[in-house]
């Protein structure tokens, strides 16, 4: 397995010398945002997390080989170029096997995390089960990696392009923990609140990088949520940003987008409908679960020092 698996410096030197480390996706900047803006949002977070006392991992898949950690350059290549698969779990064995340059999402950046064994992951948003799924099925693989795949998950909650209600319910009955970080309900991306409770609710980091250890010293297999709201400051308008949201599956719906295209269609049709303000506040909300997300990592790198 190692054989497919290639650290950065970086990376390489922060396990040598036992400091944490953030895992982060690369999808939100192949297919979450446009160029330039995601190079520019992936160096800026990844220099909250080295500000914050770890070391960052952005995960992609280059040339046969699971990078952990993209060098400057990898990272701009990446962000530029517009032949970049989506590589859910599904697709992770051919993408690496032919070669193809892939961009993970948020399960399969837990999946190569995991085999890094590097358990604290910081990205925008995850998947969850879409509006509709009665009759679409369309359930974001990432749930199912939360259920069996140990890495923690720090988010601004989820899009409401997703039924929140469902995808909570989901998470529920894979027995995934979602940890509310200053808030008492799931934040939706865009917006701070939802009308959704969530049954734990904490200020504390401590707290958090504690449950997470208990978590997996029980061996209680699957991740956890950590979902963190937006700042104030950069939070929309929460029917402006739901108008649009609608218009957006509406377009979809016409345009018979599915599958693996539904998330980055609806994505880019949002910044399109805002004028760019979705961008805004996606970039501005990445770069807040960097700075917690690096707290919980340095807080839950300790506890795991301690007890070994
Ligand atoms: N949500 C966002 N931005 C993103 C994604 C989700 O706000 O970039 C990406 C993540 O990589 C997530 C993926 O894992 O979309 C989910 O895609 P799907 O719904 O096809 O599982
Ligand atoms: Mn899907």
């Not at 992951?121 to 969850?128: E, Q, R």
């Amino acid at each position: 397995m190692k054989k497919y698996i290639e650290l950065s410096t970086e990376v390489q030197q922060a396990k040598e010398e036992g400091k944490a480390i953030v895992a982060l996706e690369s999808t939100i900047i192949s297919h979450g945002m446009p160029y330039p803006q995601n190079v520019k949002m992936a160096r800026e977070v990844e220099q909250i997390v080295r500000d914050n006392g770890a070391v960052p991992a952005t995960i992609a898949i280059i040339d046969g080989k699971i990078k952990i950690g993209l060098t400057d350059d990898e990272l701009e290549v990446f962000g530029k170029s517009s032949d970049v698969a989506k590589v859910s779990r599904r697709d992770l064995p051919q993408i690496i096997a032919t070669k193809q340059l892939g961009a993970t999402t948020v399960a399969t950046t837990m999946i190569c995390a995991d085999l890094a064994d590097i358990k604290i992951f910081v990205t925008g948003g995850i998947g969850g089960v879409h509006k509709g799924a009665e009759t679409t099925m369309d359930i974001s693989a990432d749930l199912e990696e939360l259920a069996q795949t140990d890495v923690a998950v720090i988010c601004a909650g989820a899009k409401s392009i997703l039924d929140l209600a469902l995808t909570l319910e989901y998470l529920e009955t894979k027995g995934v923990p979602v940890i509310g970080y200053e808030t008492e309900c799931l934040p939706a991306f865009y917006t701070r609140k939802s009308e959704h409770q969530l049954n734990f609710s904490t200020n504390s980091i401590n707290d958090i990088a504690e449950t997470l250890k208990t978590k997996w010293e029980l061996n209680l297999k699957g991740g956890a949520v950590i979902a963190n709201p937006i700042p104030k400051e950069y939070a929309l308008d929460e029917d402006y940003i739901n108008g649009i949201i609608d218009q957006a599956i509406k377009e979809a719906k016409e345009n018979h987008i599915s599958g693996k295209d539904s998330t980055p269609f609806l994505l880019g049709k949002i910044k399109e409908l805002t004028d760019g303000k979705s961008l805004d506040a996606n970039i501005e909300l990445v770069k807040h679960n960097a700075k917690v997300g690096t707290q919980i990592a340095v807080s839950f790198n300790k506890k795991t020092k301690m007890s070994s």
